[in-house]
């Protein structure tokens, strides 16, 4: 089954940046639109970017659009999410997944259950 590992999150101040990798192991990412989510203690997991197999579409949840750039490596089978003017209010705990759009907003694709541990992301003076 398709397993996905998150990487590159830590503690920035206000303003930092960060870039996050998703990786995949014995599966080739190119054949799936990979989303990025995030969950915050005591919120619902938003999804906050989207992009297509090939890398021609994306897609950004309006709290971060500007702020953060979605791109894929199909060399290295990662996926990026660059993150720059980090806020407060990016702290979460970041996952991607194979993803689809409902309406323009960022879903989870139904049948996939193995998400993994996520990678955290502190923004914090």
């Known amino acids: 089954q398709l397993q996905l590992v998150e990487s590159g999150g830590g503690l920035v101040q206000p303003g930092g940046s960060l870039r996050l990798s998703c990786a995949a192991s014995?599966?080739?990412?190119?054949?799936?639109?990979i989303g990025w989510f995030r969950q915050a203690p005591g919120k619902e997991c938003e999804g906050v970017s989207y992009i297509s197999r090939r890398g021609g579409s994306t897609n950004y949840a309006d709290s971060v659009k500007g702020r953060f750039t979605i791109s894929r490596d199909s060399a290295k089978n990662t996926v990026y999410l660059q993150m720059n003017s980090l806020k407060p209010e990016d702290t979460a705990v970041y996952y991607c997944?194979?993803?689809?759009?409902?309406?323009?907003?960022?879903?989870?694709?139904?049948?996939?259950?193995?998400w993994g541990q996520g990678t955290q992301v502190t923004v914090s003076s």
């Open positions: 997944a194979p993803a689809q759009l409902d309406h323009q907003i960022v879903v989870p694709t139904p049948w996939f259950g193995s």
């Open positions: 014995r599966f080739t990412l190119v054949s799936y639109d």
